[in-house]
């Protein structure tokens, strides 16, 4: 099975800080993505990458950058930490296999910004 | 208007009952449906997946889609305790790679 790993679970970060949150997929798929996840809001994509080096703004990227050095590594950084900025983020990769696509999801990091 | 749309609930029921989930969606050129259950604080999964039009089957879950309604809907047979979660309808967009996502509709079955 397709593994995503977010690095953490839970953060606490202070205002203005620079934030990084890091993805790691282990089955060399070439689409990663980055949403964030709110009550009553759903899912919201941030910005996504089809490849190594390339990146694309999603619904809502202000506010933040990406990274994408390596294939199966995705990494999502807050330039100055937002008490909005707090939220569920969700990192996923997106397959495609004989007929059945669809995204696997990591399990999320909790980031609190006090 | 949202590309999908789904009832938040919550939704509460006792063991064993019939569950059902709904969405609709605005476009009726999607022909590819998904269903992700989200346990509390863990990422989404995929449940099940169908393409346009009839029922697909898979243990006590069926997916259905009306697409004359614009509406697609997740039943759960003889729900258990752990099907409470939150359940989220899917439909690519027009990549194909990246999805539109219902807001979920959280879900608890009573022992």
């Known amino acids: 099975d397709v593994k995503v790993t977010q690095s953490s679970r839970y953060l606490v970060k202070r205002t203005g800080e620079k934030v990084f949150l890091e993805c790691v997929q282990d089955?060399?798929?070439?689409?990663m993505f980055w949403y964030r996840q709110d009550p009553g809001l759903g899912l919201r994509l941030i910005y996504f990458?089809?490849?190594?080096?390339?990146?694309e703004k999603g619904d809502i990227p202000e506010g933040y950058s990406v990274s994408r050095e390596k294939k199966e590594r995705f990494s999502l950084i807050l330039e100055s930490a937002s008490t909005n900025q707090t939220s569920m983020y969700l990192c996923?990769?997106?397959?495609?296999?004989?007929?059945?696509?669809?995204?696997?999801f990591g399990s999320g990091t909790r980031l609190t910004v006090v | 208007q949202k590309e999908v749309e789904q009832d938040p609930g919550p939704l509460s029921v006792p063991e064993g009952a019939i569950v059902s989930l709904n969405c609709t969606y605005s476009?009726?050129?999607?022909?590819?449906f998904m269903w992700y259950r989200q346990y509390s604080r863990k990422g989404p999964e995929l449940l099940m997946y169908?393409?346009?039009?009839g029922n697909k089957e898979d243990g006590r879950f069926t997916a259905q889609v009306d697409k004359s309604s614009k509406y697609i809907s997740l039943f759960i047979r003889d729900s258990q305790p752990s099907d409470s979660a939150t359940y989220l309808c899917?439909?690519?967009?027009?990549?194909?790679?990246?999805?539109?996502f219902g807001t979920g509709t959280s879900l608890t079955v009573i022992p």
């Open positions: 089955m060399d798929h070439e689409n």
């Open positions: 899917a439909i690519p967009r027009r990549t194909g790679n990246q999805f539109y």
């Open positions: 996923a990769s997106s397959f495609r296999l004989r007929g059945r696509r669809g995204y696997t």
């Open positions: 476009n009726s050129a999607f022909q590819y």
């Open positions: 169908t393409y346009s039009s």
């Open positions: 990458s089809y490849d190594v080096k390339m990146k």
